[in-house]
C-alpha cells in the first residue's frame, strides 16, 4: 500500500498569511502514459462532508478560490493558501488515487494564529 | 446540481450485516465511479472502497476485504455497500462520493452528508 505522510500534523497561521501543507507519498504517484500525477486535496470543516480542492496535483476544482494552490510531483506535493481566511479553518487531507487502496494522509488541522 | 442521499447507517451488533444505499441525482449516475470513505470518531478520513461507473470493477481498503462489498444499480441511481461481519473498528460516519470519471482511478468530487454507523453490542 501507499502511505502518505502529511506534514505538519498542525498549523497555526496568522490571517492574510501564508499557509503550506506538505505531503509525501511512499511511491511515485506519476502514472508516465499520461504525465498525470494521481494526488487529491481536500478541506473537511466539522458537521460537514469533505470538500475537493485540487485534483492532479494541480487542477483546481470548479469554484475553489484561487487562493488554494498544489504542486509537486512524483512522491512529493504541496498545498498552499496564499493568504488565509477565517473560512479556511479545517482539516486537510491529501489523498493518493494512482493505486489501491487509495490511501489519505493523516490529516493536517490549519487554525488561526 | 449534483446530489448525493446515504441511508442505512445505525447500531448494529458486532458480527451482523448492515447495508448502505446512496442515491444519486444530478448527473449521469453510470458515467462515473463511485467512492465510499468512512471516518471514525476523531479519526482522519479513509478511503474504504471504489466501483467503476460500469460496474465491471470495483476496490477495497485491506481494513475491510473480504466483509464489504460495494455495487450500484444503475437502473436506479444507486450506490451500495453491504457490510458483514461488522467490529467495532467499523463504527464511523460513512460518506458515498461521485468519481471524477467513469474509472475507478480518480478523485471524489462531490460528497454526500454521510451516515453514521455504530457497532456496538
Known amino acids: 500500500d501507499i502511505v502518505m505522510t502529511q506534514s505538519p500534523d498542525s498549523l497555526a497561521v496568522s490571517l492574510g498569511e501564508r499557509a503550506t501543507i506538505n505531503c509525501k507519498s511512499s511511491?511515485?504517484?506519476?502514472?508516465?502514459?499520461?504525465?498525470?500525477?494521481?494526488l487529491a486535496w481536500y478541506q473537511h470543516k466539522p458537521g460537514q462532508p469533505p470538500r475537493l480542492l485540487i485534483y492532479?496535483?494541480?487542477t483546481r476544482e470548479s469554484g475553489v478560490p484561487d487562493r488554494f494552490s498544489g504542486s509537486g510531483s512524483g512522491t512529493d506535493f504541496t498545498l498552499t493558501i496564499s493568504s488565509l481566511q477565517a473560512e479556511d479553518v479545517a482539516v486537510y487531507y491529501c489523498q493518493q488515487y494512482y493505486s489501491s487502496p487509495f490511501t489519505f494522509g493523516q490529516g493536517t488541522k490549519l487554525e488561526i494564529k | 446540481q449534483v446530489q448525493l442521499v446515504e441511508s442505512g447507517g445505525g447500531v448494529v451488533q458486532p458480527g451482523r450485516s448492515l447495508r448502505l444505499s446512496c442515491a444519486a441525482y444530478g448527473f449521469t449516475f453510470s458515467s462515473y465511479g463511485m467512492h465510499w470513505v468512512r471516518q471514525a470518531p476523531g479519526k482522519g478520513l479513509e478511503w474504504v472502497s471504489v466501483i467503476s461507473g460500469a460496474g465491471s470493477n470495483s476496490f477495497y481498503a485491506d481494513s475491510v476485504k473480504g466483509r464489504f462489498t460495494i455495487s450500484r444499480d444503475n437502473s436506479k441511481n444507486t450506490l451500495y455497500l453491504q457490510m458483514n461481519s461488522l467490529r467495532a473498528e467499523d463504527t464511523a460516519v460513512y460518506y458515498c462520493?461521485?468519481?471524477?470519471?467513469?474509472?475507478?482511478?480518480?478523485?471524489?468530487?462531490?460528497w454526500g452528508q454521510g451516515t453514521l454507523v455504530t457497532v456496538s453490542s
Open positions: 462520493a461521485k468519481g471524477g470519471s467513469s474509472s475507478s482511478w480518480d478523485r471524489a468530487d462531490y
Open positions: 511511491r511515485n504517484v506519476l502514472y508516465s502514459s499520461n504525465n498525470k500525477n494521481y
Open positions: 492532479w496535483a494541480s
